[in-house]
């Protein structure tokens, strides 16, 4: 018999169940990287927006001949000014960019409470079709406002409004599907690399946008909302929810959700299999809840808690919306009950706020130091990205190696505050330091900023105190990246406010926030180590 060829070999190396988890892991991934592909426009578009056009004493004349010999021929319509684009031709230019900022930022935070709450009653193929498909018609919309010469302000601010809160539909709904498929075994590190869809798609709405923004500016939003949208149609096409509902046997075991409780039964005798799973809720023997009790009296109460209200939430498994899971969603406040939910979501707030900082006006940054014009400087911005795919996916490897989430956190962030301090002063040294200083910040600053959106949200949405509820995954990500889309909102609505008194005043900010991010981690960090100290003491004895 012939020997089989090496591709088929490669192929039959892997079973039916894996070759099922790697087709939903690539298209998560490209799935979520069209929504940030859609998002980066705005920030390469602000130089064109708004272009260069200094008086003669504010600069010298052979820069300023310098810099405008960089920029290329420009379509002229009829009332766009040399200044750039009605309304951003004022002076007033940063405060009206930082405002389309704030429309889309602080409706992506509102809308993000709400959307965890609902794709938890909803199937999660056509939730996230549907948002895809409203955010590319949004996101072309913006552009179509240069085709048909629109040039009054509320128009772009609503198509900001508006693409914001669709696109909320996009991160519970991918967390929840990836946290289906794949359990807590090096989580971290599956998640790092996963999130560095984020930074592939800021990259590549970068260079989409930034090749046709100095000759026709409406395509850099045009083309991504396209992409968007095909992407929403693949999504209803393709997208499996959950492992069980092609009879896949590579969900996660019930050891990843709870490794200390034994005893389980069944909720009812009826099988649940409306489009997730059948679902088997597990209960504590009594010692499994004397070794909680020992261990973690948060733990013993939640659990308690859970317990004394399975009856009643039993009998009214209808009316409180019980679903394809077979149990009741989890209520916004019992969300917030779990351990380290309110730490982290506040951590985010602040990293967040600096990530998105620098997504929205580091373009804009790189054209006021550097002197390059909008392409160039889109160009250059993604090798923060770059960083950013790096930093992810060396997070998520500590973080595993370590078992200890918050510390690894804690770690980049107080690395990232006197960096930001030093790309600040090596940046005007010239562009091969900027380029060194772009990839270090982008590492440090969205390290931890995946790990918490990703891992973290995954590990406390899956919390043992949830006794394998997996409808709380969506919820807890929405509580943990909404809140972190207050800071994105904040960010680059103060770095508006703060940068016409200078950009140094921009980078104290970013580094304020990173401090107050560090802050919010202390009492989860002392408790990590507290834990490593007891857990040594013990093998010790």
């Known amino acids: 018999m012939a020997q089989l060829p090496p591709g088929i070999r490669f192929i039959t190396s892997f079973s039916r169940d894996q070759w099922y988890r790697a087709f939903i892991f690539t298209l998560t991934f490209l799935l979520y990287a069209s929504f940030h592909l859609s998002r980066k426009p705005i920030s390469i578009v602000k130089g064109e927006l708004h272009k260069h056009c200094a008086a003669s004493h504010e600069v010298e004349l052979s820069s300023y001949r310098e810099y405008a010999a960089q920029i290329q021929s ?72 240069y085709f048909c010469n629109i040039h009054n302000l509320w128009f772009y601010i609503m198509a900001q409004i508006a693409n914001g809160l669709v696109q909320t539909t996009g991160w519970p709904s991918v967390v929840t599907c990836i946290g ?85 039964f069944v909720v009812s005798s009826k099988a649940f299999v409306n489009g997730a799973s059948r679902f088997r809720v597990q209960m504590p023997t009594l010692n499994d809840k004397e070794t909680i009790k020992s261990q973690d009296p948060e733990m013993l109460h939640l659990l308690m808690d859970s317990e004394n209200s399975m009856t009643s939430q039993n009998s009214s498994a209808v009316g409180t919306g019980e679903g394809r899971h077979g149990t009741s969603a989890i209520s916004f406040l019992g969300a917030l009950r779990i351990p380290g939910v309110i730490e982290f979501s506040l951590c985010l707030l602040f990293a967040k706020l600096v990530s998105y900082t620098f997504l929205f006006w580091l373009p804009l940054y790189i054209t006021n130091v550097e002197h390059l014009d909008a392409k160039r400087a889109g160009d250059l911005s993604t090798l923060f990205d770059v960083g950013g795919i790096f930093g992810g996916i060396l997070a998520g490897l500590i973080s595993d190696r370590l078992e200890k989430r918050a510390s690894t956190c804690g770690m980049m962030l107080l690395l990232a505050a006197p960096t930001l301090y030093m790309f600040s002063t090596v940046s005007k040294m010239g562009l091969e330091a900027t380029v060194v200083m772009l990839l270090i910040s982008g590492a440090l600053v969205n390290g931890p900023y995946a790990l918490i959106t990703t891992a973290v949200s995954a590990d406390l949405g899956t919390h043992k105190s949830l006794k394998g509820n997996a409808r709380a995954l969506s919820t807890v990500t929405a509580i943990i990246d909404g809140t972190g889309s207050v800071g994105a909102a904040l960010g680059p609505l103060l770095a508006g406010l703060i940068s016409p008194s200078g950009w140094n005043n921009v980078f104290y900010m970013l580094m304020v926030a990173d401090g107050c991010a560090l802050l919010f981690l202390l009492h989860l960090i002392q408790k990590e180590l507290r834990c490593n100290a007891d857990h040594t003491l013990f093998k010790e004895h």
């Open 74 to 145: 420009v379509r002229k319509l009829s009332n766009a000014s040399q200044c750039g684009w009605e309304p951003f031709d004022k002076n007033n230019y940063k405060q009206l960019l930082g405002a389309l900022d704030y429309s889309f930022l602080c409706a992506y935070a509102i809308g993000m409470y709400l959307s965890g709450i609902i794709g938890e009653r909803l199937p999660i193929r056509y939730y996230l079709t549907v948002g895809m498909l409203a955010s590319g018609l949004f996101t072309a919309m913006f552009g179509l406002g």
């Open 180 to 264: 289906n498929w794949f359990g807590k075994g090096r989580r971290g590190l599956i998640m790092g690399i996963w999130n560095s869809h984020t930074s592939v798609g800021n990259i590549l709405g970068s260079l989409i946008a930034a090749y046709w923004v100095s000759t026709c500016w409406g395509l850099s939003f045009v083309m991504p909302g396209v992409i968007i949208a095909v992407m929403g149609i693949v999504c209803f096409l393709f997208l499996i929810e959950h492992p069980k509902d092609i009879s896949c046997s590579c969900t996660p075991s019930s050891r990843d959700h709870e490794p200390s409780i034994s005893t389980e």
